[in-house]
């Protein structure tokens, strides 16, 4: 009985630390927010984030969406290609800087990291022209 106990003990051990292992993709990027300041109105602004995958799994985008049409992103590689530990990728974002006014706009990575929601998020100020 006392041997049960003692291989059910370690088993329940085993299974608990093999459990507690997160062997996930995970982003790192350089920064995750970019300031383009002031810009004129009527030029197209862009600006890449690089990232790294930090983790152990391949890291595979999904998706990647804007929060409105004036933003559009570029992924590199293109999404569902498999980014393996330790190599990196960029994801180009462009404005149209159309209207004058202040902008904040977000950017939604949708893939398979230990976060499978991150947000990058672009801001400024576009200047009319004259």
Known sequence: MKKILIIMA????FIGFTAMQDNKAEFKFVEETHDFGKIPQGKPVSFTFKYT???N???IISDIASSCGCTVPEVLPKA???IKKGESGSITITYNAAVAA?????????SNSKTPKKMLYIK???QAAK
């Open 10 to 13: 370690v088993l329940v051990g």
């Open 53 to 55: 995958n930090t983790g």
């Open 57 to 59: 799994e391949p890291l």
């Open 80 to 82: 569902g290609t498999p």
């Open 102 to 110: 202040p902008f904040n706009k977000s950017v939604t990575i949708t």
């Open 124 to 126: 400024g100020e576009v």
